[in-house]
């Protein structure tokens, strides 16, 4: 069963058997992200937390993932100096990035070109990230003068540590493919044009999970890492409370007492 | 009489009310509050309840009154609705009352949920008294019991500006007792109400009393008023069972009286 959100003009999403996929479709732009494609990743990923899809893949249609903030929407901010830079970061990037890193389910970035400053900050904010041969990474925010924002400032570091991710800050280096596998930046390095395809086959294996408890493991890392291990530790407890009385777990038990492969609703 | 706008159930010794206008993020209609009074009032007289626990949704504890009831009222249209009555009396029940609360607890919401003996969060609910927006203030305790919850200047921001407190935010600043997994609220809420309902219903009620008195007396009364009821539960024989349970080193079995 496939579900798609129609009315869509800059972002396509679809949903099939639990596998959710969200493109990025302004091609000739380089997937720079304006007001109206904001509204429109939201709408997808409530679109997304209707059809209870299993797993997410975010991704990039034509040749960059996505260049980040639309630049013609900054120039329109410099002529007009009524508009506040901060109220517009709140209402898209903010709720953007909270939106996805809110999501109780997997959720992967499919990387096959440029991603730059909170494009960038896009894939940074799923959990896994699959990366083209020819993907490159960039902050380009000082660059023009900006901070590094939609979720840069805690996301980068927290892969990578302060003093990289300060270089990759200060500088606008752009890291290629390889340099960021090995920095940890992005999980598996495939061939360039792929990252889709191999993205989507990793889904569909998670899609086939306990869909609860890989939701609540994603919310915990995301939350323990800024917390001690006392408070980790019980809110695992409590987690694992809930975990407990799900369906999967019961089938996980009994299908490995039976000697045979379990079958995971997500329930 | 059915119940309409709220769940009413029992586990053992804790009844749970659930707010239940899931469409309106269980905004507080005249109706809801009044049927809110009522199973209070029923689970308040069952002697086999001994704690009680108010919880809305996933999404909202409750977000605030029906403001659609309110819109054309008069002064006395509202004095004489009294809509919020109910959340009043909390307090004067003889069983502990606790909230559970998850998303959205605003305006009507917060105050309800104030009224509370304590609250039990999600990490993702918020907390505000957002009446400032509708060109009002709250009415149902707000200004009174957030302030000395949280004090002066987190509360004047709160209600001049209507911004919400983050759950994280409420329990530093004093508002909330216990955060919670997002998705162990509920289960977390009903352990705090059975380790409530497992004590004395005697002495929790008097511990209920004296806490709350605290907040309108001196300290001086307020430690001599202590002092009059501590001495009084050695009138109790579940004073006498929790002590002599505690030097023989078993568990006691309390009678309530």
Not at chain 1, 105 to 128: M, Q, R, T, Y
Not at chain 1, 237 to 264: N, Y
Not at chain 2, 48 to 66: L, P, T
Not at chain 2, 155 to 168: F, K, N, P
Request: negative net charge; aromatic residues 4%.
């Amino acid at each position: 069963m496939v579900a798609y959100l129609d009315g869509l003009t800059t972002v396509r999403c679809t949903v099939e058997e639990g596998l959710a996929t969200v493109t990025m479709a302004r091609p000739e732009k380089r997937n720079a992200v304006d007001v109206t494609m904001h509204r429109e990743l939201r709408r997808a990923l409530a679109h997304v937390r209707r059809a209870e899809a299993r797993v997410l893949v975010i991704s990039g249609d034509g040749a960059a993932f996505s260049a980040g903030q639309d630049l013609t929407e900054l120039g329109q901010a410099q002529a007009d100096p009524a508009l506040r830079v901060d109220d517009h970061v709140r209402r898209t990037w903010n709720a953007l990035i909270t939106d996805i890193m809110s999501l109780r389910l997997p959720v992967l970035a499919a990387v096959d070109g440029p991603s730059a400053g909170a494009g960038w900050s896009i894939a940074l904010a799923a959990d896994l990230r699959i990366a083209g041969a020819s993907a490159t990474f960039r902050q380009g925010f000082t660059r023009i003068g900006l901070v590094p924002d939609s979720g840069a400032t805690w996301l980068l570091p927290a892969l990578v540590g302060p003093s990289r991710a300060l270089e990759l800050m200060y500088l606008g280096t752009q890291l290629d493919a390889d340099t960021a596998l090995s920095w940890g930046l992005v999980n598996r390095v495939v061939a360039a044009g792929t990252a889709l395809e191999e993205a989507q086959a990793m889904a569909r294996l998670l899609a086939a999970m306990p869909t609860r408890a890989l939701g609540m493991a994603r919310q915990a890392v995301y939350r323990n890492l800024r917390e001690g291990l006392a408070s980790s530790l019980e809110h695992e407890a409590q987690l694992q409370q809930v975990a407990a009385r799900t369906a999967d777990h019961r089938e996980g038990v009994f299908a490995f007492l039976e000697g045979r492969e379990p079958r995971f609703t997500g329930a | 009489m059915s119940w309409e706008q709220v769940k009413v159930a029992r586990e053992d010794a804790v009844g749970v009310i659930t707010l239940d206008r899931p469409r309106v993020l269980n905004a507080l209609s005249g109706e809801l509050v009044a049927e809110l009074g009522r199973a209070l009032d029923e689970l308040d007289a069952d002697a086999d309840v001994r704690c009680i626990a108010v919880v809305g949704s996933d999404r909202a504890f409750a977000a605030g009154a029906d403001i659609g009831q309110m819109v054309e009222a008069t002064p006395v249209d509202m004095l004489r609705a009294d809509a919020f009555a109910a959340i009043e009396r909390i307090g004067s029940l003889a069983t502990p009352v606790v909230a559970g609360v998850s998303g959205y607890c605003l305006g009507g919401g917060c105050e309800l949920a104030m009224a509370c003996d304590f609250i039990v969060a999600s990490e993702t609910a918020t907390f505000g008294q957002p009446e400032i927006n509708l060109g009002i203030i709250p009415g149902a305790g707000g200004s009174q019991r957030l302030t000395r919850a949280i004090g002066k200047a987190k509360a004047m921001d709160l209600v001049l500006t209507g911004r919400s407190l983050s759950a994280i935010e409420a329990e530093a600043a004093g508002l909330v007792a216990r955060l919670a997994a997002p998705e162990a609220w509920l289960e977390e809420t009903m352990r705090a109400c059975r380790e409530v309902a497992s004590r004395s219903a005697l002495a929790l009620r008097v511990a209920r009393d004296v806490v709350n008195a605290s907040q309108e007396m001196s300290l001086q009364a307020g430690l001599a008023y202590e002092q009059r009821s501590f001495h009084m539960l050695f009138a109790s024989n579940d004073q006498r069972e929790g002590m002599a349970a505690f030097r023989d080193k078993r568990t006691p079995e309390f009678v309530g009286s």
